[in-house]
């Protein structure tokens, strides 16, 4: 198998003709621009290994925020689960009746929107880790292949 050197990347995306997957090659180039062009083949069970780090890293993130708006909701007599539960409420109104500052609401309203998406892309990797078939290879872009941290 061959596995490219830096130096082949790099002189492979400034030169012509196109480099297109080399004979048993774990990789593809196409149109030269830049790293975002080339494609990568990787087992479904790397991918699922890789999903399985980066569901991990999102858990460990959203109880990480989850623990900064508990202690913001523990300060001023609330439990997360009320605050949860009314978020717009306790974010998006002038008069609050818990007194929360300016500053912490807009910390809580960042913290419940990053935990929102996070979950979200939680939702999706674990999807990808559940159903991805890992015997076989799959072809990744640059951008998927520096999402799953390869």
């Known amino acids: 198998m061959y596995d490219p050197t830096v130096e082949d990347l790099a ?3 400034y030169q012509q003709p196109i480099i297109a997957g080399m004979a048993g090659g774990d ?21 699922s290994l890789q999903a399985l780090k ?5 858990k460990g993130k959203i109880k990480e925020r989850q623990g900064r708006v508990e202690k913001i909701c ?3 007599g609330l439990t997360a689960a009320d605050f949860f ?17 300016a500053g912490e609401q807009s ?5 419940s929107t990053l935990i929102q998406q996070e979950k979200q892309e939680l939702k999706n990797i674990e999807l990808l880790a559940r159903n991805i078939d890992r015997k ?5 872009t640059f ?3 520096e999402y799953l941290e390869f």
Do not use: P
Request: no cysteine.
């Open 11 to 13: 002189v492979a995306m």
């Open 27 to 47: 990789w593809e180039m196409h149109g030269m621009q830049s790293f975002h062009n080339l494609e990568f083949h990787k087992k479904g069970s790397e991918i």
């Open 54 to 58: 980066k569901i991990k890293y999102l």
């Open 74 to 76: 523990k300060q001023h």
């Open 85 to 101: 539960g009314n978020v717009d409420e306790f974010i998006g109104s002038t008069s609050n009746s818990y007194q929360i500052q």
């Open 107 to 111: 910390q809580l309203r960042t913290e």
């Open 136 to 140: 076989k290879k799959h072809k990744l």
């Open 143 to 145: 951008a998927e292949l």
